[in-house]
């Protein structure tokens, strides 16, 4: 199979697995290095390539991975680079030579230099390796020596983009749960860092790397949720107290090694001990994290807080800071993943600076007892948040159902048999994946479950690979050759409908109601301690918090709106900086910029718009008399209006000799790119597009909501790395005034009614994906009188029809917009047609 294939499996099979992959920031247009932190091992680089699916991307993994069974064909056909490390982790009784990790990692600063050099964007995470603790490790200069030795011998001087992967859940360990892919601010080498490298010593060019390092482990941490190094956090602490520094001892036995850690502080029992761990070659790997755990025991401890009740781990305290956020917010108001993660940053921060307050300690305790009662009951905190007090919550969703839309009734009724038909269908290939991810995802000695999602989703699909080849020949052998081809569809539905509607939630309400029914008084409990919960919290931070924390929770919507419109700002300045022509030369030519709102139900994003923009004229606004003069007021020879696409359409019935007046005189050429004369659609979908608003839908009725990720806008912004704010990537909402307004032009043109008269050239492409070069070709005979019988006759004298298809050897690219394709040949092909056409015709 090719690249583009594979990624397409690979990041749809991480959109399966994940019910939500959201992101947030700008990407830089070229080239990058995008350093991430490494929480969920192979699910990280697909969920990367999911969420930025313009960027052309190439990852490096280690050496170890090209060896493994199945996982190698993949990552060697999306090309990805080997790295070298010293000891396998993987199988610790291989190791490299220094010659040969050397060489291996030579090669792999080449080719990632040509991969950039060729437009291609490398994934790196620095860290190492995966794990499933909150934390970043010390990361590897690797990424920067990317970046100098990219930038050596007059190289380009490639972006490094910290980039954050936040999952709902450990290492995303958990089925269609969510992650939040945050991009941060970009790193750009200076010149003078360049010079400096090519010039330094080994020495030096180690310091130099290393400095980047910091820089990139710096903006890491400001976009992801990860808990503090604990051993710096104790270390600022016991100085703030006049105290000597943590003082750590290995202690080893025979078959087991642990850290003790022992502080001068009166009131604080010591010594502290962190976990034990097998004595052997792997212990220096987790030295670090034993510190870091005895740290926040510590640290905890002299803050009068009692960590053995409290935090089990670090995974615990960055649970709990989701919780206060849950409790901090309104039920009612909807956040995005990037906003929930803001807020958890913020308490995380609250928390640390004010925990040694009675305050602080106080509300911790009553979070603890109230998170450890939900766990006893199997109950979530929405769930309690949602019902009031002495409601009856099965009669609140029998409310909520009668008020909901008759298609999601419809849904539920149609996917709910399918859902238990492929839960059951799928059972095996579920209970595999689950236990895989248990035994071979979970590290035995640490209990890390970085992999776990890995290997769920390798085993899974593995399973469907054999299982649905075999539940064809199955069916077929038992019911004929029709079942035999209907298996593999049915099966893939089914397990649509098992994965968008699973059983387990049904389940998982069932249990809550019956819960609530039958032990009211405890639910009821617990809703009085939540709003007391949420009363102390609320007034905590509006006394102690940051400033985007004060008064938050009494105007949400207000303050995400001021969120979006600094997000919106920030956009436009990248945008005003990316601008060959700024705004500022339009407004010292003299151009008026009109902004006019859009339909909300056609518009993708808040801020999109249409925009027309024109040159103020001193004199009076031009009339239709001045216009057939020379138009806007100015005596020009000759003018050509350019239309692409459905704009050719609406240039066509306004220029037309049918009616007569307005710019009509004034426009002596005709300049079509690839014109929208007929719909590119199976007989059965046109029929449908072009009679709905015969068969009486009003013109509002959408018949597309749109919205869906377009492959051609996706094309167009891998080539040409259009800012989001000009080029959108999802579809468009299509409505049936739309498909109207097409039709009744369409048929225009071929009814005789869109005869121009006057010189036309008309390009097209033989890789549209749009139109269809053939038809263009046909159609293109209606603009004139003498050949609009469109049968190709010759017209004599000075020919007015001109067509050209644009061929070039790229020909499986698209070419929908002949001046904008993928292929910078195909660009100049049709730039010299026009160049040609105009010179020929116009002198």
Known sequence: M??????????????????KIELRGKPPRTAAIFAGNHPSGLIDPLVVMAALPEKRFCSVAKASLFDAPVVSYFIKTM??????????????????????????????????KERLLNNRSIVIFPEGTCHSTPEL????????????ETACDDGP??????????????????????VLVDVGNPIMLTKAQVAEYE???????????????????????????????WTSVLSSLLESLSLPPPNFKTIENSDTTSISLSIAHPNTPSPFDSSFVPTGPRFP????????????????????????NSIVDDRDFVEHMHLARRIYKPHQTKLSLAQYADMTRNFMRLSLGKSHTERFRGIWADLTRYKGKLDELNLTDKYVSSHGKNTDPLNERLTKLRNGAKRDVLKLAFFAPLSLIGTVSHLPIIAIAWQAGRTLGTEKLTHDVSVVATMRLLTAFVGCCVAYPVASIAAGSIYGPVASIAAVPFGMISAYAAINYPMEKALVAARGSYTILTKRDTVDGLRDTRLDLQERIRAWAD???????????????????????????????????????????????????FNIPLDDRFKRRDNERAVLSFLKSPSPLPTANNLREGGCGKNYENIVCYAHSTGALVVGQYASDVGGGGWRGAIDGFVFNSPFWRWNLKWYEKKAVQNAYKAGLPDEYLVDEGGEQSDYSLNMKRTYHFPKLLKDDRALAISVGWCKAVTIAQEMLKGGDMVLGKPCLVLSARGDEVLDAGDIDKMSDYLLEERRDGKGNEVGGDELLVERVIESTVTELSGHDVLAADSAIKVNEAMEVIETWLG????
């Open 2 to 19: 090719s690249r583009e294939v594979i990624q397409k499996l690979l990041t749809g099979a991480a959109r399966t697995y994940l019910r």
């Open 79 to 112: 090309e990805a680079i080997p790295v070298a490390k010293a000891v396998d982790p993987d199988d610790p009784t291989k190791v490299l030579s220094k010659e040969e990790r050397t060489a291996m990692n030579n090669a792999m600063f080449t080719a990632t």
């Open 137 to 148: 490790r010390s990361l590897k200069i690797g990424t920067a020596k990317m970046a100098f």
């Open 157 to 178: 001087i490639v972006p490094i983009v910290p980039l954050g992967l936040s999952y709902s859940s450990p290492s995303g360990y958990a089925f269609r749960g969510s």
């Open 199 to 229: 010039a330094g010593s080994k020495q030096k060019k180690y310091e130099l790397c290393a400095s980047v390092t910091n820089e990139i482990e710096r903006r890491l941490r400001d976009c992801t949720i990860k808990t503090p190094d």
């Open 285 to 308: 790997e987790f030295l670090p994290q034993l510190q870091r755990s005895v740290s926040r025991k510590a640290f905890f401890a002299l803050n009068g807080a009692d960590p053995t």
């Open 543 to 593: 006394d102690e918090g940051e400033a985007d924390m004060v008064g938050w929770w009494q105007d949400p919507e207000g303050s995400i709106e001021k969120i979006k419109d600094k997000q919106i700002r920030y956009e436009k300045r990248l945008l005003e900086q990316d601008r060959i022509v700024k705004m500022s030369h339009l407004e010292n030519t003299g151009m008026i910029e």
């Open 840 to 843: 020929s015709r116009f002198n």
